[in-house]
């Protein structure tokens, strides 16, 4: 079944360059389409030049950043917000107003309010926090009524109905909330950095390879991304599954 699926996974990534291979020789203008042979040369170069990785590690760090800031405040809002009603009636119209907002208007703020090193972090922060807080909260009130009856009839104080009863019956939804946010601050950091312009990132060099249409760098750059978003949520899921184990 593992193999299958590794097996089903090839033919679709070779379906898929098999098609962009015929999409290329039909438009016959590697500066609007190359050949995938070329951007895989230029992916190469890109990975063998001299500043790639003090660019993937600024990224890295940003996005790293970004995510446990909202990771963390989204945990702490979302328990206040769904233990407390009148908490929660204050802070839902913050979380739709954040999930509302276009991404490129959050960015171009950011860039007025914070320095160009800053603006992929606070924009990956605010696109995040919504999805984990909104999680947690999800996840409070599905807690079992019947548990925390039982807890106040014992008046057990608040601090140990966090601990024992809420926290251990919200984590499948810390979880998805870290899932599905992280999925969310890679790309949101890219275009954060494509916008702001820092010295150092993955963002800025695809925007360089855009403003002097180098095409096939521009798709490199682009599988990079790619490659470090899918990456580490890999990397966290097998993470989750070893401590369920």
């Known amino acids: 079944m593992f193999k299958n699926r590794y097996i089903i996974t090839i033919i679709s990534v070779a379906f898929l360059i098999f098609i962009w291979h015929l999409s290329a020789v039909y438009i016959a203008a590697e500066i609007i389409l190359p050949y995938p042979i070329t951007v895989l040369k230029s992916l190469i170069l890109v990975l063998f030049s001299q500043n790639f990785l003090i660019k993937l590690f600024y990224t890295l760090l940003r996005g790293l950043l970004g995510f446990i800031i909202s990771y963390i405040s989204g945990i702490f809002i979302g328990v206040l917000a769904g233990i407390f009603k009148t908490f929660r009636a204050l802070i839902n119209p913050i979380i739709s107003v954040i ?9 171009l703020l950011a860039l007025i309010w914070f320095d160009v090193n800053y603006v992929p972090i606070f924009v990956a922060f ?6 984990v807080c909104g999680n947690i909260i999800e996840g409070i009130t599905t807690v079992d009524k019947n548990l925390l009856e039982m807890a106040n009839v014992y008046n057990i104080p608040l601090k140990k109905q966090i601990f024992k009863i809420y926290i251990p019956s919200i984590v499948p939804f810390i979880i998805a909330g870290a899932s599905l946010s992280l999925g969310v601050v890679w790309k949101v950091i890219i275009a954060a950095e494509v916008l702001s312009q820092p010295k150092w990132g993955v963002g800025t060099s695809l925007n360089e390879a855009k403003s002097y249409l180098i095409t096939e760098e521009v798709f490199a750059w682009t599988i990079i991304a790619i ?8 990397l966290f899921n097998q993470l989750i599954k070893r401590r369920k184990k």
Request: charged content about 10%; glycine content about 4%.
């Open 99 to 107: 999930r509302s907002t276009p991404v490129i208007s959050v960015i």
């Open 126 to 131: 605010l696109m995040a926090f919504p999805i």
């Open 227 to 234: 490659l470090l978003s899918s990456g580490t949520e890999y």
